[in-house]
């Protein structure tokens, strides 16, 4: 990733590039533009930006398919969504997925950082966490065998020391997730303005904008991208302004709570992916 100063972003023009935070979570999506001074620094409010290095070439083959409903060990299906990582590794899990499995262990996908490929060893103790719908699972696992051949990953073997941490029915996440926030019953109101998403669930989400704070009842659109596996999918979602939130601790850009509307199937269906998918990154795992 390369580092960017508010120097860096265009005002009035669309941006040349997506916004990526100092993690590598995606902000903002290209092509969105940031309307004047203030919405560039809300960007930079709560941590660095960062555009993201050009991507390499996937010489990967496809994985073969599976059956979608194949369960395996701790009830995880196969395409499950995993974060793996060695255990001596204090840092940001990669990201892989669960492609197949035997009695014996499981078959994952080549793990990934960032767009690339990330480095294990057969004989490496690893750390993954999964989510089987119900419940995230942290486990344990050695690399048995290093495979590139029909295609990259990793054979491991059948997990140990297995911690399971119930997720609640109607989870929220913390995130940092820019967004375009319109006014579609006024008439008179300028450009979209830019908007930050944090404390999000499935029903609304705490707001910060540049522009002055909407009356509570007042009608509004968002409009973001969210990053779910591995793509980026842009939704508009219909919300309705709340109270600003209390002793927020931002004077310059308090914030306030808009509740979602109905959800048509696609936008719900995304949503739901990205707060699971936060919870699974957001997961402890014991080193």
Same mark, same amino acid.
């Given at each position: ?48 930006? *960062? ?12 994985? @073969?398919?599976?059956?979608?409903? @194949? ?69 344990? *696992?050695?690399? %048995? ?42 008439? %008179? ?28 009842? %007042? ?19 219909? @919300? ?28 719900? @269906? ?15 795992? %014991?080193?």
């Amino acid at each position: 990733m390369i580092p960017l100063t508010p120097n860096d972003l265009p005002v009035g023009q669309p941006l040349p590039w997506s916004l990526l935070d100092g993690q590598g979570n995606l902000l903002l999506g290209s092509g969105k533009v940031l309307a004047d001074g203030r919405d560039v620094a809300l960007v930079f409010r709560h941590g660095s930006v *960062c555009r993201p290095d050009p991507l390499p070439v996937d010489d990967a083959a496809p994985v @073969a398919a599976v059956p979608a409903q @194949a369960s395996g060990p701790l009830g995880l299906q196969v395409g499950t969504l995993l974060q793996i990582k060695a255990s001596d590794d204090g840092g940001r899990a990669a990201a892989s997925r669960l492609v197949g499995f035997i009695d014996q262990g499981l078959f994952v996908s080549w793990p990934q950082f960032g767009g690339k490929d990330a480095t294990f060893q057969a004989g490496e103790e690893v750390l993954l966490r999964g989510f089987t719908g119900r419940s995230i699972h942290s486990f344990r *696992c050695t690399v %048995t065998a290093v495979c590139r051949s029909p295609f990259r990953y990793l054979v491991l073997s059948v997990p140990t020391e297995v911690e399971q941490v119930p997720v609640r029915s109607s989870p929220r996440v913390q995130t940092r997730l820019a967004a375009q926030l319109l006014h579609p019953d006024d008439d %008179t109101a300028s450009a979209p303005r830019l908007a930050v998403l944090s404390d999000l669930s499935a029903g609304g989400a705490l707001v910060q904008t540049a522009a002055p704070l909407p009356a509570p009842g %007042t009608r509004l659109q968002l409009r973001f991208v969210l990053r779910t596996v591995g793509t980026d999918s842009e939704i508009t979602v219909d @919300a309705w302004a709340r109270n600003p939130a209390r002793d927020d601790g931002d004077a310059e850009f308090p914030a306030f709570g808009v509740a979602f509307d109905l959800l048509g199937e696609r936008e719900a @269906a995304l949503l739901h992916c990205y707060i699971y998918e936060q919870l699974l990154a957001a997961a402890s795992m %014991t080193v």
